[in-house]
């Protein structure tokens, strides 16, 4: 076996080049000739598509696109596609300072008509910049794009770029729907500010009819070479038309499992653990008394919330199946809800770490996200691991997740839209339930400290994570324990 | 996994999703050859594959078994009494066992595969699965290329024991006339007049589906798992990486590096691949050195998954059979008894293995032609989803270092083709022995362990 000039070694007439294995993710790529890795994007995932897709809303006012639109854009920028929406009634608003009426919609408009459709033009010009130019993978191009021949001149656009175009319609005739909808994110609108709720609605329902005449729905016959989904009645049935390809498959999945039931999501760590309070982290370890005593608490604040219907969820770990037996109820216990495997790291304090795997700590510090702990996992790899997680919860109605700090870390980062550079520094505090409730376009939260003390678990980046920081300026911001 | 239920209690409080309270019973809909039984079979295997006790029960077969002989599309046409007494009362022998082993064996899922193509048959199912508290979720197929109802016919039909007796040309033209029996009658699933029901129509394999009523989770799954299968041909390869340092050595699990003979297979690998010829092949890997180091071999592009890594064996990575029998006799017993559901400690099952291994799985039935990279454990879920394996027969599925398998959907199953490369290797697979109890001697334990240095 000889080994060339540039690292490779000949098996006879192939050449077979060196692996070697990046520090941070702990993935192995062949290395060039100084023994660094490559470049290389063999990595992970399906191959979510080569080119970029163009989601394209499709439906009257009131019809839950922007819902739609936004819910979509976090779950795909969630699962690590980088994603982006568009708005255009947001680029009409920065267009049209001040929105007088319905009047502005009506389709003999011709004033209104053309600005209009400068807006759809210069929001398509950000979405060609956006998946060209900046490393976007989808673009949700939210508008009504009621007519038929608006949505060819998206489709000639998206064929001249080199998009693949899904389009997303929702028709709904139900008027209980609508209202809520109205009630919802329309009366808060920058657009009626300046209106009580009657005139609001009012103008609103005669701002839907100038788009009533000449709506296009996609049509089986008509549209059967457009690849789409239509949703109708919020769910009660789908048509789905040439799936291409894996995202769209991921897409019409997701799509088919949200729905808009009122309902809230608590959250919340397992009691304190015998591991917390030495400091440690991993492991599987019990509950400590205090942790014993959330537990409890717990319990009678589950019981106070008259809860309809709760579901309890855990990870396959003592210390959260400990604090869902004191709730009396019945739990599903998820292996996917299972804290981060922290590989060699298992079980050690910040101290020990720093002291045996200097330069892993300084790494992780350096990207906390992508950091695979050798052997172990990475926030990236829990991300993938709880995405079934995610959405059956999506699927469900009232739920209790007890799980674990990374873990809910990354459940939190899903429901409140949080970066991949937030997400590992999220304040996920022993003894605290997060209530998630969904509420117009997002969630609101609402924070129950259940009084019972706990060590704190909590460690902030410091402000040195060069490899070559002294041992006192990594332990700077670990929590005290015992 | 089929044969792997075990008691309800322990089921509700385990991992995944609760399934869902109430059986479900999936009811196909469809003119003959529309590829209602490809569909019932395939979905009986994924859900016995995900642990969802699934069976099929194929009204045809009842026929077949009542009415000896097959004589011909006659016995189809509407106004034939007597066949259509026969058919009511095969269907109603049908709809009893779905019952039995939805009500009294544990079953969770039964896919009654039968035409039900008229609204006063489906009514009485409907009806059956209320009075037993059972969730009914339709299937149907419409299809109306004559290319894809021709290659149905020939590809699944000409073999039926119904037309071993003619030649091609006389099935074919029976065929055709029984499908034309039920034409008449056929009523679609309707988006108005059923729309309080739970279905999915398929449209011409696939192009498009109506779907309606989704009630849960086993529901949505099903209908994701449908909407991802396609019948394009294509053939799925299914290899583990070349020989590794720690296999020479007899040891589990780890992250070496390839051999001197694993470095060989890989090179043979390379040129086995370019000899097949095939068209637009993808090659997946794990994350471990050895499987990217065999892909790297092949100089194509290759997509590293982290759901094929080797299953986590926990306390026990890096040890040989004779330290685990040292070190943890219980463990190695426990696992003896029960190498499917058995967890390492601190590492996985082969169940967990199956759930982690579900998505490689969706997008292996989204693909077309793939190469396989993967590992001993990981290859022995693939292929026991491949050739509907059951949970007993999985962890003990021969797949050989250095040898290829090509699968390539057939009719209602799979063509396996092993190709050896001749590259010599360890052999790595341990039997069960004989002796499993906790007190058996070690050497009883360690019988069965192949050879290594």
Redesign the interface.
Known sequence: MNVTEDNTEQ??N????E?T?TPLK???V?SSTNGLPERHI??????MTNCPTLIVTVGLPARGKTYISKKLTRYLNWIDVPTKEFNVGQYRRECVKIYKSFEFFRPDNEEGLKIRKQCALAALNDVRQFLTDEGGQVAVFDATNTTRERRETIIRFAEQNGFKVFFVESVCEDPDVIAENIVQVKLGSPDYTHCNTEEAVADFMKRIKCYENSYQPLD?ELD?DLSFIKIIDVG????????QD?IQ?RI??YL??IHITPRSIYLCRHGESDLNIKGRIGGDSGLSARGKEFAKALGQFIQSQNIRDLKVWTS?MKRTIQTAEALGV??????ALNEIDAGVCEELMYEEIQQRYPLEFALRDQDKYRYRYPKGESYE?LV?RLEPVIM?LE?QENVLVICHQAVMRCLLAYFLDKTAEELPYLKCTLHTVLKLTPMAYGCKVESVCLNVDAVNTHRDRPSNVDVSRLPEEALLTVPDHH
């Open positions: 098996c006879g192939s050449l077979t080049r692996l294995q702990k993935i192995w062949p063999s990595q992970r995932k399906v191959c089986e059967r009660r049935r789908y048509l789905v038309n040439r799936v894996h498959s019409v999945y088919m499992n396959q019945q739990y599903e216990q998820w292996k790899d993938q059956e699927r």
